[in-house]
């Protein structure tokens, strides 16, 4: 076994928890209490955290260690105002967080329990396919939303402030810079 799949029974049961009240809100849409202005999500290694640091510094936003559970969530909540999504090609996002030990918790942060079962290959293929239905849930958003790959997010400080009516100058001047991804 490896870190993306629970090391012990109260691990996965913990996991399997976790996914099984996510999938619950995923069926049934959910509004969220005290939901934050601007929410940023992602399906993870793709800069989100950094993006979020920065974007809070203007204006209130959710958690960048995803305290509140929004930051990893597979649909925006019905209530979400303004709401912006980085994400990146499904095989590299699943490569990116598969080496980084992290399949079986995000999985179950989007709501699957399906993903905090399997393994492997396996598990890599069923996070892609999670990372597509979390493009098109928020794309599909009737308003307010912007989807950004990993790609164009951190050169897009024109676009996102644009997009929150954020001072451009102010937000752009400190914007944090594109790292390269390491090799997969």
Known sequence: MDSNTPQNFFSLVNRLRLALSRFS??????????????????????????????ISRFVATNSPGDRDGLKH???????AQKVILITGEPREVASSIRRRGYLGIHSAKMGSPLGVLLWGDLQQKHFEKLVRSQQVNFSTKPSGCLVLNYEE????????????????????????????????
Do not use: W
């Not at 997009?163 to 810079?177: I, Q, T």
């Open 25 to 54: 809100l995923n069926l049934t849409g959910f509004t969220q209490p005290d939901c934050p202005p601007v929410l940023i999500a992602s399906p993870g290694g793709v800069a989100s955290t950094a993006l979020i640091e920065h």
């Open 73 to 79: 969530t597979l649909y925006p909540p019905s209530n």
């Open 153 to 184: 997010a951190l050169e897009s400080c024109e676009k996102i402030a644009v997009f929150l009516d954020l001072p451009l100058d102010d937000f752009c001047e400190s914007f944090p810079p594109r790292r390269e991804r390491r090799a997969m």
